[in-house]
């Protein structure tokens, strides 16, 4: 079966740009996490959704960031504006339900804030 | 609160000899434990996991780990390393207020030919 997909697989921006992340994760997994991770770090959860609704944002910097999950299935993460701070690899994942029994990962988004 | 730490920064073994990645956790009842591996520029990738049985629960790539209840640890191992299993290592817990993955810091492992 096909994996979590994201892309762009890197970016480069200024801050005060804007950005945004899209991901596509495995057929029939409901439920879909955003997670920051910062070089050396491990993976903070940013944001969690049941099909196309958020369980979770608690973590989620809603002044700069947005994410949705429409139709339940592909997700989009935003920034604006970013900040040098924001400098990080953002993870996508799916489970087929939210009782974190094991999460898929895609390659993630290396994202660079000059 | 419940937590999950990783002792070592970093370990170094020769190929060929056992490797052991170190594990704690704390949590309120039963244990939900994971270990991912990440590989340079690559996401998590799912080692194995821990819910109930057998102490012993054996991955992907000839890793297992050993479940500890009495000194509440979860340590990966593997009996003879190989320099591809050089990679970043993550071991979780899950939040049982609300199923999320609880994180360690990571152990970063480096297999010497």
């Known amino acids: 079966e096909a994996g979590v997909a994201q892309s762009p697989r890197y970016k480069i921006i200024e801050k005060r740009q804007s950005v945004a992340f899209w991901c596509n994760p495995i057929?029939?997994?409901?439920?879909l996490y955003w997670y920051q991770q910062i070089l050396g770090q491990g993976p903070k959860l940013l944001i969690q959704?049941?099909?196309?609704?958020?369980?979770?944002d608690s973590q989620l910097p809603k002044d700069r960031f947005s994410a949705e999950r429409l139709k339940g299935v592909d997700s989009t993460l935003k920034i604006q504006p970013a900040k040098l701070e924001d400098s990080a690899v953002y993870l996508c994942?799916?489970?087929?339900?939210?009782?974190?029994?094991?999460?898929?990962f895609g390659p993630g988004t290396r994202l660079t804030v000059t | 609160a419940q937590s999950v730490a990783q002792p070592e920064d970093q370990v170094n073994v020769a190929e060929g000899n056992p490797l052991t990645v170190k594990c704690t956790y704390s949590?309120?009842?039963?244990?939900?434990l994971f270990w991912y591996v990440q590989y340079p520029n690559r996401g998590l990738q799912f080692l194995l996991k821990?819910?109930?049985?057998d102490n012993l629960v054996k991955g992907s790539y000839g890793f297992e780990a050993e479940f500890n209840k009495s000194q509440t640890s979860f340590h990966l191992k593997k009996p003879s390393a190989l320099v591809s299993d050089s990679a970043l290592y993550f071991c979780?817990?899950?939040?049982?207020?609300?199923?999320?993955?609880?994180w360690g810091a990571g152990t970063k492992l480096i297999i010497k030919p």
């Open positions: 994942a799916s489970s087929l339900v939210g009782t974190a029994i094991e999460q898929y």
């Open positions: 057929s029939g997994h409901a439920t």
């Open positions: 959704f049941q099909n196309n609704g958020v369980v979770d």
């Open positions: 949590v309120s009842g039963n244990p939900y």
């Open positions: 821990y819910i109930t049985g």
């Open positions: 979780a817990v899950r939040d049982d207020s609300n199923y999320q993955l609880i």
